[in-house]
């Protein structure tokens, strides 16, 4: 599957609770949709996955958890 940008949450939904921790999220080519990646421990971390799974660095956005773009 292939992501158009990346995102790093600091809260999500699970089990019908909120949650906290550092959510990673990839925009989809087919439908723009943004499904959770990973769950991890720090931001250090979901950098990390972010740089593992990203194909073209130049044109994959990564988004932080203000929703502005971040360099990794």
Not at 7 to 19: E, P, Q, Y
Not at 21 to 35: E, K, L
Not at 41 to 55: E, H, L, Q
Request: without cysteine; aromatic residues 14%.
């Amino acid at each position: 599957m292939k992501y158009l940008a990346f995102r790093i949450d600091t809260s999500a939904i699970k089990n019908h609770k909120v949650v906290s921790g550092y959510f990673v999220r990839g925009q989809r080519n087919t439908d723009y949709n943004w499904p959770l990646l990973g769950e991890f421990g720090n931001m250090d971390s979901a950098k990390n996955y972010i740089k593992s799974v990203r194909t073209n660095p130049i044109r994959q956005r990564v988004y932080g958890p203000d929703g502005y773009g971040i360099n990794i």
